[in-house]
């Protein structure tokens, strides 16, 4: 946690003991009374909060806040709904990575029982973005979808984006040295952990994706997700 | 795992039910005798076993050899020991991208205690090397080295690695736009979870290395290493 993270409506209201942030302010920053630390609204600017005390209950926070950080990367993700605990690294390390949206969708070899995690059904999925954006020391957050078809995904794409689809097997060049022309944003589309059905590859060119492999090796989700969007960045002048 | 790694010796023996890999052939691959799957000899040839027998006590498979794959890629990648968690996630990771060498050295903010964990003190670095080598469908596991000062380290370097320091706070350039000249081989120095002493950032200057950064955004160790690493097999013509 390199920015201690909150939501508007809670800087209103002094800090429970029982909060994880109220731990790490005491125990980790090891802050007293009058000392400072890094904070941020979410989606909004950073600043600075003074501890001016501690009762019984709570942490009683003031805050002064600066600008807000630089915009998320213009990167839209669609990924095949992965395995919660992949799902999990790319949601924390996809809002840490700047990305701009993120869209899990089921695909034909997705296991549908991966929607009824308790990542999705409770707002997991949203604490690991803020914590995603608070190693970045960011505030923003990417908006996320999930249980979407792959068909709706791409229907709900914005018309400027570059159309990329990673894919081991029927690629016929690298990610590293695809033309994405003048295109100031970027929409990824990666299969499941068990790739596109022929049917998915069809709809993907039918859209306008053009395709790209990241190389031989064959990578784990989570891992092909950061190395993807880390060449992406500096295709795109932001790294 | 997408190719199952024996060691040399071990394809002369039965392999006994107790074996995770004969596991994996019977309840994951589910082959039945007769069938066939992708072998590999660490840093060996890639090829095809045959299940030819299940017996109580193991599998008896035959082997037929074929090519070895492409050399890994000439990066070596010097890292302050992380947390051990941090540590596995590397390990297995960078034997994904085909990392050459990986070497954890000692340094001023370094843990003296990640040092004695079980991860270095059994050989479970070495599992999770070929962990993600089979990932990969590659035999070749990195060459990795742990427990040397900084100091020890950079006085192994071959003399023509291009030397690379990766540093948030001094660094004039990104790693994405540094000229790498016509250097094929790079040296990659990453610093603890906390970063560069200042002395350490002079023995890496007097040492030929340059400062670069990764953008501005703070990334988990693990996921800088994904990145940086890309950014390189990417400069360096292998993606």
């Known amino acids: 946690m390199n920015i201690i993270l909150f939501y508007p409506p809670e800087v209103e209201l002094p800090l429970s003991h029982r909060d994880p942030r109220a731990r790490h302010i005491l125990e980790v920053l090891r802050r007293t009374p009058g000392g400072v630390f890094d904070v941020g609204l979410i989606n909004g600017p950073r600043g600075q909060a003074t501890l001016r005390a501690v009762t019984d209950e709570a942490l009683v926070l003031s805050y002064a806040w600066g600008t807000p950080p630089p915009p998320l990367a213009p990167i839209r993700l669609i990924i095949g709904l992965p395995r919660p605990q992949t799902a999990r690294d790319i949601l924390r ?4 990575l700047g990305i701009g949206a993120l869209d899990f969708v089921l695909t034909e070899r997705t296991e549908p029982g991966y929607a009824q995690s308790s990542l999705w059904l409770s707002r997991e999925w949203e604490s690991l973005l803020v914590a995603g954006a608070a190693q970045a020391f960011c505030t923003r957050i990417p908006t996320v979808q999930h249980g979407r078809s ?27 040295s695809l033309a994405l022309a003048d295109r100031s944003a970027v929409a990824l589309a990666l299969g499941a952990e068990r790739g596109w059905a022929p049917a998915e590859r069809d709809l993907l060119r039918a859209h306008g994706f053009v395709f790209a492999h990241l190389g031989e090796r064959v990578l784990r989700t989570e891992t092909a997700c950061i190395a993807a969007v880390t060449l992406l960045k500096a295709r795109l002048g932001l790294l």
């Open 150 to 176: 792959l068909g709706e995904a791409i229907a709900a794409l914005p018309g400027d984006h570059a159309r990329i689809a990673l894919d081991n097997y029927e690629s016929p060049g690298a990610l590293s």
């Open 93 to 96: 390390e996809g809002a840490a």
